[in-house]
């Protein structure tokens, strides 16, 4: 088995077939995924839509079965997961005559190799809702432009797709599609993983994060979740989505869990922590060991933290009706000094608000006060995330940026070197994202020398 280096690409895989998020039509091309001004619709479905002639010829040997398909509901669109569905339904079929397993021995693989956890599904009401829900669709859609499988070859075709799906995502980790890619579906998960996946366009690529001595299948692993969030939101979020429990170290060690939860010690020479437990237990602190809190106290940390779940809840809601002046309104209460001095600075609901901010901050165009956000997230998604994390380096990125548009300088070099020390090993030299921040490095070189030698003495 081959060794690979940490930053090293273990290898890299074009979708057995994947679709463009509906969020995305009219932004991107359908086939090759990539942003684009000049899309040119197909002109017998007038739904699809790419970016060239090559990228329109490549996709045809599967739309040219999808096109009826679609032409005969329109204007409908179907969602999603039902048009993943008529894909791989279409891609299966075309297999006698392709080969469909990927390239590198170690990595091949073909759709039947997949697992479909059917008894799992079936024992499980909202898979079981939804599959009922893509299969009546599927045929009206499908009404006299192709043959269904029978029900239970449906059921397992339906396990694999939704079992071994990965969310395409763009160089700012934003969802542009989903797709299905047979070599990387062998990877399985830890919260500690050696290895990260990202995509430039279509291809799905996996580099190491660690030095990693025998490369192979069983001892790859990649993160199925965000780390941002607790042991037990991870541990449910994969029963939920994959049917398996995580053994990772990081699930057995729950001090950073504790760190999370934690509120400002109320001894005024102690910087520790209190834990408060999922029931409002108020643990030890972690550092003077104090365990008896007054009543004032106890209820001020309980109040703080039933608030600030009601107000991230509503953040979530301002957002989706895109609402942002309110979703900014609702950050600042999070982060009001009142709130905070309870608050300990790693605590998640902490970190979520600032997160938050950042980002509606940015939308907003409140540069000093997305920066003041950024500043204060670095150290806590250093802290929470695994090393070499993709979202510690595109942080450092934004930082970095606003840090250059504000024209402090050496801070932006400093942040934007230390997101490159990331994106390379990440991502690599050769991904536009990685590229777009050395010309930013480039810049900011050039813009900090004009200015020293502007303040040289005459």
């Known amino acids: 088995m081959k060794s690979v280096l940490k930053g090293e ?9 994947h679709i463009l998020d509906h969020s995305q039509q009219g932004r991107r091309c359908h086939y090759c995924l990539e942003r684009s001004e000049h899309l040119k619709k197909c002109t017998a479905c007038g739904f699809l839509r790419y970016c060239s002639l090559t990228c329109q010829r490549c996709d045809w040997p599967v739309h040219r ?8 509901v329109s204007p409908n669109v179907p969602l999603d997961s039902v048009r993943l569905m008529l894909r791989i339904l279409i891609r299966t079929q075309l297999l006698e005559k392709e080969d469909h397993s990927t390239t590198e021995t170690v990595w091949r693989r073909s759709f039947n190799d997949l697992m479909s956890h059917i008894d799992e599904i079936q024992e499980d009401p909202g898979r079981s809702q939804q599959f009922v829900q893509i299969v009546y669709t599927l045929r009206g859609l499908c009404q006299g432009q192709l043959d269904l499988p029978p029900v239970k070859q449906l059921m397992e075709v339906f396990g694999r797709v939704t079992i071994n799906s990965f969310t395409i995502c763009d160089g700012d980790l934003q969802s542009v599609g989903v797709g299905l890619y047979l070599g990387a ?3 399985d998960h830890s919260c500690q993983p050696n290895a990260v996946v990202s995509f430039q366009g ?6 190491a994060l660690m030095d990693i001595p025998e490369v192979s299948p069983s001892n790859i692993f990649i993160s199925y979740t965000d780390q941002l969030s607790f042991t037990e939101d991870r541990q449910r979020q994969l029963k939920e989505q994959y049917y398996f429990s995580c053994q990772c170290t990081r699930c057995q060690d729950n001090s950073l869990d504790r760190l999370m939860k934690s509120f400002v010690c109320p001894v005024p020479t102690c910087t520790g922590a209190v834990c408060r437990t ?37 953040i979530e809601q301002a957002k989706k009706a895109k609402d942002l002046d309110k979703v900014l309104s609702l950050c600042q209460k999070c982060l009001h000094p009142d709130t905070v001095s309870v608050l300990h600075s790693y605590n998640l609901l902490h970190v979520q608000a600032l997160d938050r901010g950042l980002d509606v901050a940015i939308d907003l165009e409140l540069w000093e006060q997305a920066l003041s956000y950024g500043l204060q997230l670095i150290p806590l998604y250093i802290k929470v995330y695994p090393a070499a994390s993709p979202q510690v380096g595109l ?4 930082v970095g940026k606003l840090e250059l548009y504000l024209q402090r300088l050496e801070h932006a070099l400093q942040h934007l070197q230390q997101g490159e020390s990331i994106i390379r090993i990440t991502h690599g030299r050769f991904h536009e994202l990685y590229r777009q921040l050395s010309e930013l490095i480039s810049q900011c070189t050039d813009e900090l020398r004009t200015h020293m030698e502007h303040s040289k003495p005459s």
């Open 278 to 314: 999922e029931v409002g237990e108020l643990l030890p602190c972690g550092s003077c060991g104090m365990n008896s809190y007054d009543e004032s106290y106890r209820r001020k940390v309980e109040e703080t933290f039933h608030h600030l779940i009601q107000d991230l809840q509503q």
């Open 202 to 207: 279509q291809k799905l690529m996996v580099r």
């Open 65 to 72: 079965k999808e096109c009826p398909c679609l032409k005969q």
């Open 185 to 187: 579906s062998y990877l």
């Open 9 to 17: 690409q273990i290898f890299e895989e074009r979708p057995f077939t």
């Open 395 to 398: 942080l450092l990125l934004k």
